[in-house]
């Protein structure tokens, strides 16, 4: 059975937000949609959800159209536990762009 994110906080970094004001109106809406269907159950095949690898390796990746993607971490503030979302791009961009 598929855990309900609802009881966890969902933030945003400064950067995520700058990057999603930049991206057109179609992917904004196809965010929303997939913020959506994650925080109904996180594990739905249509937002394909892994693990990244090499520069990205400590993030976690869910599919918002074909070639976005929204890069987020569970992280533990205190005694909090948390989803954060920190980048969202191309796949192309966010590796290029990956910080070292």
Known sequence: MAKKTNDLPIDFSTRFEKQLRECTRE???????ALDIFLENPTDS???????ERKLAEYRSINVTRDYRALYKKKTEGKRKIIKFYMIGTHYQLYRNAPK
Do not use: E, S
Request: zero cysteines; hydrophobic letters at 45%.
């Open 27 to 33: 992917v904004q809406i196809a965010f929303q949609d």
């Open 46 to 52: 249509t937002l394909r959800d892994h693990q990244l």
